[in-house]
């Protein structure tokens, strides 16, 4: 691309066309200018990080974007997500989101759960896309980063971006009352350009997390940050029921939340059941 600001639609050929290669959003590409609206593609150059879904390429960093209420706050979803970032390697930040609905006697309970993430290590921002609280701090923590919005639908992904660019004009609409779910409003993954630097990348949201489909079973024990400071007996241990775990000691003693244990042995027993039925 030439010029900044200015789009093309992109068609691939030669080499890409033959291998059949797919390209992401956040691919970067070489290609040959056709006419005013179109390139082709000849070229890929090799990614950082794929995440399959949303389905998204080099991305910097996963904005995590849960709220606080319609839809309520879920640690297991959030859990499920931060695992599905350390794996493909993305760097999390987590946003709780409709602030504007916090109850006064919700605000403790919210205070422990941003602190619990926190001091694990993953920043945590608290935003109202509605009243525009913690918009500033979050439009300065993206800046010049290729970031994908990722997130249960109706958590408020595209009012954030809304928020965050003036005039993307991103359709939006209402949760269901009866379920306090979202509509599935946003259908397709957007790039968009952030005015402070980098880009923003709006993206369907889901009902429900499919962590086993894109994440290896295996490798769940180690997308938990808070338990890679504990030894177990066994290098492969589960920690499960396995004699000398480390990490269940550390849950004993109060050293790793019991909520992100049992998220743990959820997204494992969740994952063992997918491998089963692949049987
Ligand atoms: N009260 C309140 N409502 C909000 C806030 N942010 C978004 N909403 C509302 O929540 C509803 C869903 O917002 P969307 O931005 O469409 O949510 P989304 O995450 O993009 O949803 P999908 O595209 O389906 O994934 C809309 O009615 C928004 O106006 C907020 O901070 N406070
Ligand atoms: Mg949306
Ligand atoms: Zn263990």
């Not at 691939?12 to 200018?33: A, Q, S």
């Not at 297991?76 to 695992?83: Q, T």
């Not at 004699?243 to 909520?259: F, K």
Request: with cysteine; charged share 25%.
């Amino acid at each position: 691309m030439k010029e900044l600001g200015t789009v093309f639609i992109g068609v691939p050929r030669g080499k890409i066309l033959k291998t059949g290669e797919r390209i992401y959003t956040g691919d970067i590409v070489e290609v040959e200018v056709v006419d005013k609206e179109t390139v082709a593609i000849e070229g890929l150059k090799e990614r950082k990080n794929l995440l399959p879904q949303p389905p998204v390429a080099n991305a910097d960093t996963l904005a995590i974007t849960m709220s606080w209420r319609k839809p309520p706050f879920s640690n297991r979803i959030l859990d499920g997500l931060l695992a599905q970032a350390e794996f493909f390697d993305i760097e999390p930040l987590i946003i709780i989101n409709k602030q504007d609905l916090v109850r006064k006697r919700e605000e403790a309970p919210l205070q422990r759960w941003s602190e619990l993430y926190q001091k694990i290590g993953y920043r945590v921002l608290l935003t109202s896309a509605k009243t525009g609280f913690g918009i500033e701090d979050l439009a300065e923590a993206l800046k010049g980063q290729l970031v994908v919005f990722a997130g249960p639908s109706g958590t408020g992904k595209s009012s954030l971006l809304n928020a965050l660019i003036p005039g993307a004009l991103l359709k939006v609409a209402p949760v269901s009352k009866k379920l306090e779910k979202g509509r599935h409003t946003t259908t397709e993954v957007r790039l968009l350009p952030n005015p402070r630097g980098g880009w923003l990348a709006d993206t369907p949201g889901f009902q429900k997390v499919d962590l086993p489909r894109w994440v290896a079973t295996e490798s769940l024990p180690a997308l938990f940050r808070d338990f890679r400071g504990f030894r177990c007996e066994f290098n492969n241990c589960w920690h499960k029921n396995e004699p000398g775990c480390g990490v269940r000691q550390a849950v004993d003693s109060g050293n790793v939340s019991p909520h992100r244990y049992a998220s743990y042995l959820f997204w494992l027993s969740k994952s063992l059941e997918h491998d089963r039925q692949l049987l």
